[in-house]
């Protein structure tokens, strides 16, 4: 299974995550695996990035975690 996170900087139109999205689906990821955030990077914040990482522990054995 596949896994994506995605995220732009700027949520005030001015990005997208179409590219980042078209990549991931192209690369096999299923749309209910897709994660993404639209924060700054200096906001540590990112809900996003979270649940992608909940979702890899949970698919993944420990010995297979990167």
């Known amino acids: 299974m596949l896994i994506g996170y995605m995220r732009i900087s700027k949520a005030d139109g001015s990005q997208t995550l179409d590219l980042q999205r078209d990549a991931l689906l192209a ?4 749309p209910g695996h897709l994660y993404e955030d639209q924060a700054s990077g200096k906001r540590d914040n990112r809900p996003g990035l979270e649940a992608c990482l909940k979702a890899l522990r949970r698919t993944q054995p420990p010995d297979r975690r990167a």
Do not use: L, Q, R, V
């Open 27 to 30: 690369a096999g990821t299923e």
